[in-house]
C-alpha cells in the first residue's frame, strides 16, 4: 500500500486544508492502485481516468483558493454500475444494455456526489441488474474476494466493497435491498450502512422499490458519515424523498447512551458458524 492509498476521507482533506497533499496527486495515486489491482479482483467494471484527472485538477485550483465547492472536494469516489453517471456507462452487467447511451444525466447520488466536489474515478462492478448476493455478471466477469482471491466480495455492491478493502478510491456507492451494502461489507471488513427509506433519494426507481435504498460504503464509519452527509438530501425526480433532516448520530462526538440496537444471533432458524457467532457475539458485549 502507498502511503496515499492508506489514508482516509477525512484525512485527505485536512492535507488538502494544510496544503500538503493535492487532489491531483491523490487521484493518480488511485488510479495507479486501480490499474495495478482491479485486474485481480474486477471490483471496477468501468474507470474513466481522463475525467477524474480533470475533475481533481478542477479541485486543486479551488483548494489553492481556499474555496473547495463542498465536503467531499477532491476525494476519489466510485459509483455503483446501476446508477446513473453522466459521462460513464450504466450496463447493469447485463449484455442486454446498450453500450451506446447516450450517458448525459446523473441520478441524484451522482449529482450530489460531484457537488460536494467528490472526483468520480469510475462505475463498479454488480451482478446482472443486482440480483444476487454474489457479484458476477456475463459482461464484465466475476469479482473476487481481496482478502482471498478464490472467494466472492459477496454481492450486489461486491465491486464497491472489493474498491473499498483495497482503497481503490476512497468513498463508495453501494445499493441495497435485501442485503447488497451489508453482505460484501462483512464479506471484506469494510462498513456501509443501508439508510432509511427516503434518506437517500433513488431515481430512476429500483425495481425492488421501497425495500431498495443507497448508501455509502468505506473503510471508515466516520468517512461514510461523511459522505452520507453529503447525499441526504431531497431531490424532485424521487417523489417519496421526506425533507431534509438532521440526524443526532450524524454529528461526531454525539452521545450515544440510551440508544438500543436490536440484535439477533440466529433470527430464530439460521445455523450460526460457531466461529461468526463467537465474534459477533463479543462485538456484541464489547
Not at 189 to 217: C, D, E, N, R
Request: proline fraction near 8%.
Amino acid at each position: 500500500m502507498s502511503e496515499i492509498g492508506q489514508l482516509t476521507a477525512v484525512q485527505l482533506l485536512q492535507h488538502f486544508r494544510d496544503k500538503t497533499l493535492s487532489p491531483v496527486e491523490v487521484t493518480e495515486d488511485a488510479l495507479l492502485r486501480i490499474e495495478r489491482y482491479n485486474p485481480s479482483v474486477n471490483a471496477y467494471c468501468h474507470v474513466d481516468p481522463q475525467g477524474a484527472l480533470d475533475a481533481a485538477r478542477a479541485s486543486e485550483q479551488r483548494w489553492f483558493k481556499g474555496e473547495p465547492c463542498g465536503a467531499l472536494d477532491g476525494v476519489p469516489a466510485s459509483i455503483k454500475d446501476l446508477t446513473l453517471t453522466a459521462g460513464m456507462p450504466t450496463r447493469k452487467g447485463s449484455r442486454t444494455s446498450s453500450a451506446e447511451g447516450p450517458w448525459d444525466v446523473d441520478a441524484p447520488f451522482s449529482a450530489f456526489m460531484r457537488k460536494a466536489g467528490a472526483v468520480l474515478l469510475g462505475k463498479t462492478t454488480t451482478p446482472e441488474f443486482g440480483w444476487k448476493g454474489v457479484t458476477d455478471n456475463p459482461l464484465y466477469g466475476i469479482t473476487r474476494n481481496p482478502w482471498d482471491t478464490r472467494t466472492t466480495a459477496g454481492g450486489s455492491s461486491g465491486g464497491a466493497a472489493a474498491a473499498a478493502a483495497l482503497n481503490l478510491g476512497v468513498l463508495h456507492q453501494g445499493s441495497d435491498a435485501g442485503g447488497s451494502i451489508r453482505i460484501p461489507c462483512a464479506f471484506t471488513g469494510t462498513f456501509g450502512i443501508k439508510p432509511t427509506f427516503g434518506y437517500v433519494p433513488q431515481w430512476p426507481a429500483s425495481s425492488m422499490t421501497i425495500l431498495s435504498h443507497l448508501g455509502p460504503m468505506t473503510r471508515t464509519v466516520q468517512d461514510s458519515v461523511l459522505m452520507l452527509q453529503a447525499v441526504a438530501r431531497p431531490d424532485a425526480r424521487d417523489g417519496l424523498i421526506g425533507a431534509p433532516r438532521t440526524t443526532p448520530w450524524l454529528v461526531p462526538g454525539t452521545d450515544l447512551k440510551g440508544l438500543r440496537v436490536a440484535y439477533s444471533p440466529t433470527f430464530g432458524y439460521v445455523k450460526v458458524d460457531p466461529q461468526v457467532a463467537q465474534v459477533v457475539d463479543q462485538a456484541v458485549q464489547g
